[in-house]
């Protein structure tokens, strides 16, 4: 018999009664049943009961091991009674009656419980994570993540992609944060960038005349942490693809990731691949309020500016006679509740940094609230009609600027779809984002500056760039979204030279200056670069999605926490004096603030 165990602790069953076993594992749980102990033994694959009575020699020491002990157990595999057996295990027809143990490895009093999903500090739970990591919620994530990625490989290569592995140490890029620098020792006062995505180095292999790359890639941004964004480091789904158009790049990933999903979906609904929607970025943000909009939810925002250009309602008319606009939030069926619900919304606006949320709430018919009061009786009747209002229900109003209401307008459907349990949890829904701008105001620096990828095509090329209002310029860029959250975004990529100077002018930067930056790119582009697009799908995002998790930290193996640290191995820490030495750095003390 083998050393350490004939089978797993989730492979006995009824059909094993009668043989004589040996297992290895965690002590999981105890309980003492006055002179019979029942142990159940957990690995990675499941638990099994053990049972020890006064007549088994390894009765004393289970009895004295902590909990999360590792032990070995030599027993006969017994049939449970009728009334005993458990019908949630794999092995709930079957005990062992142990008849020997050997402790490999005793526990100490545990920092935190193992059995049982209980919520816990996540100081307590990342600093011991590899205790966290035996919790069956959170064990099961990690399992499913990997098949997750598996299958995602698999998926690529069956419809032609290569994977390719770019470099990690790189030059910093411009993808939207802080590069993660790393010193040079032998170039003394230089530095590499880990990668924020391998954006330059899948053009270039496009370039180089390799088609259909893909890779699951390591990316690092030195950014704050968020719940659906890690920090430090994130992995992606990247790919790229050459002499395609956006459509085609639609075409071919929608059955990859509509099939990822329906596979792990547990039997929830995932909208059919050719069936995601395809959004343009300016409606969506008209009638979501976001360019991540969660499609479960049944609420769409209206613009009703027009409403209130002559209003009674004062507050309104002003906003509006400023260039400001008003947005309406419909609340099906709130009108027939108490006006606290209407009161707490404007609350939980004020809460978020905003002004408040105006509202009018219908109560058999009747409007009410100060808006409909000095709007006016025929003015709001009009509004009511033009939204489409029932006699008992409600709708808010996000007012401001645009930026500022559409923003509002957003958050406050997403609130008011889960207040009022709107939204169907239980499915997934898929949509393009599409036609993003190309370029945006930057207010804080007063200029130009690129609204997403600044590699990408603009839509009308060339001439668009030389003759058009950079603000009113699309690109060729779309995003994926599911549930409210963004998990993958692309573009066609912009392959001319000439097209790459004008662009980054445009924001202020000279030729000299992308040669500088982007010499690699530009060089490459100059000897024969075919039209070329992809994407990337962030990994850790979707694996949140299908394990229902709110945080990406349940689905990633050793995270940080929210103040960048890696409690677990004590990261970062100082630098050795003879390490500085060597790579020519010196700490200066900032002061302090």
Known sequence: MHLYRSHTCAALSSANVGETVRLSGWVHRKRDHGGVLFVDLRDHYGITQIVADEDSPALKLLDGLRLESVVTIDGEVKARSAGTVNPNLPTGEIEVFAREAIVQSRAEELPLPVAGEQEYPEEIRLRYRFLDLRRETLHANIVKRTKIISDMRRKME???????????????????????????????????????????????????????YFQIAPCFRDEDPRADRLPGEFYQLDLEMSFVTQEEIWETMEPVLQSVFADFAEGKPVTPAGEFRRIPHAQAMLDYGSDKPDLRNPLIVKDVTEHFVESGFGIFASIVGNGGVIRAIPAPGAGAGSRKFFDDMNNWARGEGFSGLGYINIKDGVPGGPIAKNHGEEKTAALIEALGLGPNDGVFFAAGKEEQAAKLAGLARIRVGEQLDLIDRDRYELCWIIDFPFYEWDEDNKKVDFAHNPFSMPQGGMDALTNQDPLTIKAYQYDLVCNGYEIASGSIRNQSPELMIKAFEMVGLTKQDVEERFGGLYRAFQYGAPPHGGMAAGVDRIVMLLCGAQNLREVALFPMNQRAEDLLMGAPTPAEPKQLRELGIRIVEQPKQ
């Open 158 to 212: 069956a419809i032609g992609f290569t994977e390719y592995a770019t470099p990690i140490l790189t030059a910093s890029s411009p993808e939207g944060a802080r590069d993660f620098l790393v010193p040079s020792r032998i170039h003394q006062g230089q530095f590499y960038a880990l990668p924020q995505a391998p954006q330059q180095y899948k053009q270039l292999l496009m370039v180089a005349g390799f088609d259909r």
